[in-house]
């Protein structure tokens, strides 16, 4: 397995609109899209930097990952994603490293992407997430 670029970076945060005002009036980011993800209970807004984007999460629901992680860490970077040509030999590669999934098995993720997250006690604290488009 190898990544091939950095997919997204995912920032956790309250309020997806104030926070948009940031990026697209002070950083001239063009919005490409939201969409909402109800099984994950986040609002996602894509701003594309070059061959990579930013990924605004605003948690749809008080119990919703992002709810807790912006709970626990306030608003910041909740994960990066990297870009794999196979997420289920991926996945393979990474437990055969004897690293910890989230997910073993690929689940459906913002943009249509197939997902899985690496857990961060596997590395080094940071939420590691694997994405196939």
């Known amino acids: 397995?190898?990544?091939?670029k950095i997919d997204h970076i995912g920032i956790a945060v309250?309020?997806?609109?104030?926070?948009?005002k940031f990026y697209q009036d002070?950083?001239?980011?063009?919005?490409q899209g939201?969409?909402?993800?109800?099984d994950q209970k986040v609002k996602v807004a894509f701003l594309p930097v070059g061959d990579t984007e930013i990924e605004l999460l605003e948690s749809t629901s008080d119990d919703g990952p992002i709810a807790k992680f912006i709970e626990k860490n306030?608003?910041?970077?909740?994960?990066?994603?990297f870009k794999v040509d196979n997420i289920q030999e991926a996945i393979e590669y990474m437990q055969s490293?004897?690293?910890?999934?989230?997910?073993?098995k690929p689940r459906y993720g913002a943009g249509g992407a197939k997902i899985a997250f690496v857990h961060p006690?596997?590395?080094n604290?940071?939420?590691?997430?694997?994405?196939?488009?």
Do not use: P
């Open 34 to 38: 939201t969409e909402v993800v109800e």
């Open 121 to 123: 006690k596997s590395s």
């Open 14 to 20: 309250k309020d997806l609109n104030e926070t948009l």
């Open 1 to 4: 397995m190898k990544a091939l």
């Open 125 to 133: 604290r940071v939420l590691v997430e694997l994405s196939e488009r």
């Open 74 to 81: 306030g608003e910041g970077i909740q994960h990066i994603a």
């Open 97 to 104: 490293k004897g690293l910890k999934m989230i997910d073993e």
């Open 26 to 31: 002070v950083l001239g980011l063009e919005l």
